[in-house]
């Protein structure tokens, strides 16, 4: 029961460099999101993926893009990472329009 | 201002106490709110779910919502030391997206 797995767990980047972070989820779940997560600001959403075949963005989308692979795949990519964007990122799925979201063990990303 | 308002704390009681987190928040279209709850290292997990004002209780947990000051809390009994984790309460409207709190940094010393 892996539940939402994210990977890599941890990653340093150089500014302007880029790099995909991948998100897996074993629930059958519809919904998947990105969230990044900041001291002092909470969870934010960047972008989410009602079902399979749409993506849209959340409260934070800029800097970065999406791809929902298939049902079960959603990815995140920085193009050309920013200091602004060292944080830790969450991937998360849900039932369709369910509240209880299944959250992955984070990608603690630092970027130079 | 935000619309969410959560004290980050950090928390420190003695095992045994009773503890008490608060959110406050801005919007009264806000109809659904939850608890999240997440160890260090790990992502949240969803704890309490409340829809509308009144208190809900699950074993040790009891949610509270009170809709007319725009305030939510959580309080815990008899607390564990494997309760310390960050909280982080959620709300959101009909059809909205949830928006989350900045989370309570919560240790229970033995």
């Known amino acids: 029961n892996a539940g939402v797995t994210q990977t890599p767990k941890f990653q340093v980047l150089k500014t302007g460099q880029s790099m995909t972070l991948q998100c897996a989820q074993d629930m059958n779940h519809n919904s998947m999101y990105w969230y990044r997560q900041d001291p002092g600001m909470g969870l934010r959403l960047i972008y989410y993926?009602?079902?399979?075949?749409?993506?849209d963005k959340g409260e934070v989308p800029n800097g970065y893009n999406v791809s929902r692979l298939n049902k079960r795949e959603f990815s995140l990519r920085l193009e050309s990472a920013a200091p602004s964007q060292t944080s830790v990122y969450f991937c998360?799925?849900?039932?369709?329009?369910?509240?209880?979201?299944?959250f992955g063990s984070g990608t603690q990303l630092s970027v130079l | 201002q935000k619309e969410v308002e959560q004290d980050p704390g950090p928390l420190s009681v003695p095992e045994g106490a009773i503890v008490s987190l608060n959110c406050t928040y801005s919007?009264?279209?806000?109809?659904?709110f939850m608890w999240y709850r997440q160890y260090s290292r790990k992502g949240p997990e969803l704890l309490m779910y409340?829809?509308?004002?009144g208190n809900k209780e699950d074993g040790r947990f009891t949610a509270q919502v009170d809709k007319s000051s725009k305030y939510i809390s959580l309080f815990i009994r008899d607390s564990q030391p494997s309760d310390s984790a960050t909280y982080l309460c959620?709300?959101?409207?009909?059809?909205?997206?949830?928006?989350f709190g900045q989370g309570t940094e919560l240790s229970v010393k033995p």
């Open positions: 993926s009602a079902s399979e075949g749409t993506t």
């Open positions: 409340t829809y509308s004002s």
């Open positions: 998360a799925s849900s039932e369709v329009k369910s509240d209880k979201l299944f």
């Open positions: 919007n009264s279209a806000f109809q659904y």
């Open positions: 959620a709300m959101k409207n009909q059809g909205g997206k949830l928006i």
